[in-house]
């Protein structure tokens, strides 16, 4: 833009006019030297000494003595570079046009006319990184602090269109003549010099990125050669030499690579799928070192050792500018166990065609054996099992006629241990191959059984081997053994897959010829039946196959029975009857059933047959209905004759039946496996609460611990045993076999009768009982009457005191007696529970002082107590009872109680009286609670203290029950045991 030649030096203090003062006189060389440093160099900026606010002169009106003053604002505005002065309070004393339109001002006139807050406003202040600059930092400011700043870049971003200039600030402080500081800035525009630097930082980081993004590449390229599943080898075509090798191409086992060597395959020899050898010339690197494309040629490397292995290879010329082949890329892919997958997908193919070709059960297993030698193994041994385990019957074969007649010498001398952990036996048993790569020698040393057995080993020369069982239909039928020996051949993990995979083709060629053999013998077995078996279409129209006996019923020859139709034998009814039958079978309906036909002979004559008729579906083929017919002819006379002997048979267990009903013992009929199979009304009464199926069911509900009972099939008994439930009862046991007269192995049934022998022998233990008291408990008190009546009879002096004492015996002695016949008698009288022994009104209340008056007289050292409240009521009972009762319970309450006190409780209840009495004694153990009432039984810790015969309380328990009452024993909490008995109370309506 047009510099202004005079722009003067204004005011920076806003509405005050600029006042002119005359010129002051500098010297000239000073102004000139100045005013060259300004305009040549920005960054020799000089100190300027200004003039005060407001004064131009100072600053402005420079001249010398000789010369015409100078004006200084005409020279500044001529400056290229930006020039601003600012005084210690921030106010702008002059800017010169550049400074103005650097700030983003059109003249400076506007820019000195702003605030400060207006000039910021205009433009954004940036550091050379381009990131906001603190204005506190500008060199012009901090040159009014004292400080001496470097010269500083810094860009102005004018807003609002975001233009950017840049700028050099220098600055320096000078002193105007009134002694103020002001700092003058220069700003030399640097904007072209920053914007090329930018381009050229662009272009650098351009290509730095470049070259990493190149770097970054190649790492990923290198990265996917070196773990790419394939070799990938690249060689010098000049010099030979390997330049590279991934890691798959290092594995490699055929291959030696080595950077910087030649790429040799180690003397190794190649063939091609043909089996023609590989010339030196051929390989597919050298075909490309001569400008060949090789593409996915398969070759077999054979190593010195003999081991082979197949490579899919691939080699490309790679040329320079001028066309030369300058690097040679080959690819080499290890495809052996492809090769090896296929060439046993066509060995098994093969092999499936020669097994299938010959249902010979022999010649299948000895073909399975030959196929696999010597393409697959040395030795190969297939051996047959059946439910007993393996035979020693096998095929066996080897290429070498020596070592398969050693193999089979050595079978037959040593034969395999059936219960072997390991081996074809143990295989046979679990069906799990088993796989040996390596058979160390001491391994084979160490399975000889003796020196000749280890030779005939060592002859072998076994190295490897796999054995896999063979299945069919889920069935182990037999063990097949491949061996590696002299070729040395080492057996894979693979081909243990392969030899299970060939041994469910060899198990399905046997299975197939032995169901052959097997049908041809079923066939045989059908025709020798005298049943005729038909198998018919699904809707039983036509016959598909037909045994001997089938054409002999229908008068037929055998080879016309085929394809005739049933329906031609038959009646219209019957041809219905099957066709109805054939139907249901078909829908599900029934999976069996059987109709009785009359069949029709070529000669017209016709038989009765029942056919049995089933749907079967065989195996690849429709379904059919298997039908077998059975002449009825005979079976129709047998039955007739039956019949006959059945009535006469039913007529007489009729009879028998009729019997053993009305038998009052109860019997049982058990088969021979202990089953019930008959049972009559009295049996089933014996143990109602149990319904018995067995004879171990009766055995159970009876105590037996001396093993007493009769065993089924042989006569034994009569055994009495306790029943186990409710109250005492003792059952008479005893068995009989049916047909006592047949040997034992051949009695099936036996009698077993049961007969309730409790009365009887409640009746013998009263006679017991009696016989005992006679022998026993009478003998005292007969022997104390007899004695004290001789004493009296005999003319003495006794006196008074001696006969009274002596009649008092008597006395005491013959109650005694009385009450033990009173015992005896009702024991005999009341021999059941049931019954109405009274029915009389009894007051207890005037009872019961009369026995314990009684009973005092009797027991001088125990104190009896009664309670009685008022108001009792009257009870229904026998008062002759109920005093005998009464007298047992107080007499063994004073005998056991310990001597102290005994009372007698008596209490109104609903419906009834209750009477306890009570003692002071030890009381009875728990577990006695239930036999205290039973005859004869005396507690072991009280029998020792008072004689008794064991018949005191079993009678007041039958008397009670007897008079419809209750009776109970328990001991007291805080001692001593109750004995208690309730009877009914008398019905006021009575």
């Known amino acids: 833009m047009a510099r202004r030649a005079t722009t003067p030096l204004p005011y920076c203090e806003r509405g005050v006019a600029p006042r002119r003062r005359g010129p002051e006189v500098l010297r000239e060389d000073d102004v000139r030297s100045r005013l060259s440093n300004v305009n040549a160099d920005p960054s020799r900026d000089p100190d300027w000494t200004d003039a005060p606010s407001g004064d131009v002169a100072g600053v402005a009106g420079l001249a010398t003595v000789a010369e015409p003053p100078i004006d200084l604002g005409l020279v500044l505005a001529g400056v290229s570079a930006g020039i601003s002065v600012q005084d210690a309070t921030g106010r702008l004393l002059y800017v010169n046009d550049v400074a103005a339109e650097m700030s983003g001002f059109a003249s400076p006139e506007q820019m000195l006319a702003a605030t400060p807050s207006e000039r910021l406003g205009r433009f954004e202040l940036l550091d050379e990184a381009g990131l906001p600059f603190d204005p506190a930092n500008l060199p012009g400011r901090r040159v009014l602090h004292g400080e001496t700043p470097e010269p500083t870049l810094i860009g102005f971003r004018l807003l609002p269109d975001g233009v950017e200039r840049w700028s050099l600030l220098h600055a320096t402080a000078g002193v105007l003549p009134d002694g103020r500081t002001v700092a003058i800035s220069t700003f030399h525009d640097v904007t072209p010099r ?137 690819t080499v892919t290890d495809i052996t166990d492809r090769v090896i997958a296929e060439e046993q ?24 054996a030959d196929l696999a030698v010597p393409r697959f193994a040395d030795w190969c041994i297939v051996q047959l099992g059946d439910e007993e385990g393996l035979s020693r019957r096998m095929a066996v074969a080897h290429r070498d006629p020596a070592k398969l007649a050693l193999a089979m010498e050595l079978s037959a001398s040593y034969p395999p241990d059936p219960d072997a952990a390991t081996g074809p036996a143990a295989i046979f048993r679990t069906g799990q191959s088993e796989y040996v790569a390596d058979i ?26 796999v054995s896999v069982p063979l299945t069919a239909s889920g069935r182990i039928v037999g063990v097949l053994t491949l061996v590696s020996g002299e070729s040395g051949r ?94 249901a079978l078909a829908s599900g309906s029934a999976e069996a059933r059987t109709e009785t036909v009359r069949l029709r002979r070529s000669s017209g004559d016709q038989i009765p047959v029942e056919i049995r008729l089933q749907l079967v579906t065989l195996a690849a083929e429709p379904p059919r209905i ?56 009295a049996a089933e009464d014996v143990f109602p609460e149990v319904r018995e199926s067995t004879y171990a069911d009766i055995l159970a509900e009876l105590d037996d611990p001396d093993g007493q009972a009769p065993g089924l099939g042989r006569a034994g008994g ?63 008190p007969v022997t104390t009457i007899y004695a004290g009546a001789k004493v009296l009879s005999r003319p003495s002096d006794l006196t008074d005191d001696t006969r009274q004492e002596i009649f008092g015996d008597i006395v005491v002695e013959s109650e005694r007696l009385h009450r033990l016949v009173e015992d005896v008698v009702a024991m005999t009288r009341f021999q059941d529970e049931g019954g109405d022994a009274g029915a009389e009104p009894v007051l207890l209340q005037r009872l019961l002082p009369v026995v314990i008056g009684s009973e005092e007289g009797r027991w001088p050292g125990v104190h009896f107590r009664l309670i009685v409240p008022p108001g009792l009521p009257t009870i229904i009972a026998d ?69 008794g015969a064991g018949i005191g309380l079993f009678v007041c328990a039958r008397l009670i029950r007897a008079m419809g009452g209750r009776i109970w024993a328990v001991n007291r909490p805080e001692g001593g045991a109750e004995f208690g008995f309730a009877l009914r109370v008398m019905d006021e309506d009575s």
């Open 194 to 330: 920053i914007e090329s630097e930018r381009r050229i930082r662009d272009r650098e980081r351009r290509f730095r990125e470049m070259a990493e993004e190149r770097r970054r590449a190649e790492d990923r390229l290198d990265s996917v050669l070196r773990h790419m599943p394939v070799g990938v080898i690249l060689v010098d075509a000049q010099e030979r030499r390997l330049l590279f090798a991934n890691d798959a191409a290092r594995r490699l086992p055929h291959l030696r690579l080595r950077v910087g060597e030649p790429l040799r395959y180690l003397g190794n020899e190649g063939f091609r799928q043909d089996g023609s050898r590989l010339a030196e010339d051929d390989w597919p690197l050298r075909r490309a070192m001569r400008g060949e494309s090789v593409s996915n040629e398969v070759l077999t490397i054979e190593n010195e050792a003999g081991v082979r292995r197949s490579y899919a290879m691939s080699a490309g010329p790679m040329r320079d500018r001028s066309g030369r082949v300058d690097l040679i890329i080959e």
């Open 345 to 368: 997908e066509r060995f098994l193919a093969n092999a499936s065609e020669v097994l299938g070709s010959s249902l010979d059960y022999e010649q299948t297993v000895q073909a399975v």
């Open 440 to 465: 160390p020698p001491e391994a084979v040393d160490a399975a000889a059984r003796d020196d000749r057995h280890r030779d005939m080993l060592r002859a072998l020369t076994l190295r490897s081997y």
């Open 490 to 583: 080492r057996f894979e993990p693979a081909d243990v897959a392969f030899a299970e995979n060939l041994a469910g083709r060899a198990a399905a060629a046997i299975e197939n010829a032995r169901l052959f053999r097997e049908g041809v013998r079923f066939k045989r077995l059908l025709d020798a039946t005298s049943d005729a078996v038909l198998l018919l279409d699904a809707d039983g129209s036509r016959v598909v196959y037909a045994n001997q006996s089938a054409a002999q019923q229908v008068g037929r020859a055998p080879d016309d029975v085929q394809g005739w139709s049933l329906d031609d034998h038959l009646d219209v009814d019957d041809a219905a009857t099957i066709h109805a039958a054939v139907e």
């Open 626 to 681: 298997l039908a077998v017919a059975r002449d009825r002819r005979e079976r129709i006379a047998v039955e007739e004759t039956l019949r006959r002997l059945a009535a006469a048979e039913h007529a007489r267990a009729a009879e028998l039946n009729a019997v053993i009903r009305a038998m009052g013992e109860g019997v049982f009929v058990c088969d021979g496996a202990g089953r019930i199979i008959l049972a009559n009304p």
């Open 718 to 780: 009569a055994v009495e045993l306790r029943a186990r439930r409710g109250d005492e009862r003792w059952i008479e046991l005893s068995t009989w076999p049916v047909g006592a007269d047949e040997p034992e192995d051949l009695r099936e049934e036996t009698i077993v009768v049961l007969r309730d022998v409790t009365e009887a022998r409640q009746r013998q233990a009263v006679r017991d009982t009696f016989i005992g008291v006679l022998s026993h408990e009478l003998r005292t």
């Open 879 to 947: 008062p002759t009872y109920v005093e005998q009762v009464v007298r047992n319970l107080l007499s063994n309450a004073a005998k056991y109680g310990g001597g102290g006190t005994v009372g007698v409780a008596v209490e109104a209840a609903p419906g009834e009286v209750l009477v306890r009495i009570l003692d002071d004694g030890p009381g009875f153990p728990p577990d006695e609670t239930d036999r205290l009432f039973e005859l004869f039984f005396r507690s072991a810790g009280t029998s020792r203290a008072a004689s």
